[in-house]
């Protein structure tokens, strides 16, 4: 593997425009601020450094990952936590083949995870500690307006996944 060598990054306050054709509506939507940190990555056998990415989207949601990240051999830990308003965003995506109006709703998520390469070289991942929660979920059909379900909460709390 190629030596690199980052010993310190900072991307600050950052912005990403999105636009999809493809959708008969066309979609756009903006993430930033996007906040990145990068402490010692290197490619160097073992060595691990610290990241940090914390995104936020136009309506204030926000996506945070903080870990470890270690390129030689792969492997990586850390916690991924996301909060906010995400059903509008994604109602906005496939509007066109839901026969919905824009849901509304708070979703709140969180998990640990490790990624890597075993002593076999085999990939290995596991999640810990998952949280989801979504609640005041309120859908309803686009026709009538007439309430297809409410969801006070639903949650899945202490999950696992190997």
Sequence with gaps: MPRLLIEELVFAEGVVRFTDHVPDTRFDTEFGPINVVV??????PDDEGQQQVVIQTEKGETLGWSGSLQLHPLH????VVGGGSYVPLLYRYYQDILAIEAPVGI???GFDYEIGNDDGGNFTASIDNLDF?????VVKSDQSGTEIFYFPETRISGGWLR
Excluded at 39 to 44: A, D, F, G, V
Excluded at 133 to 137: G, M, Q
């Design 39 to 44: 402490h010692n990555l290197s490619s160097l």
């Design 76 to 79: 990586s830990a850390g916690r």
């Design 107 to 109: 979703a709140q998520l």
């Design 133 to 137: 929660a979504v609640r005041d979920l």
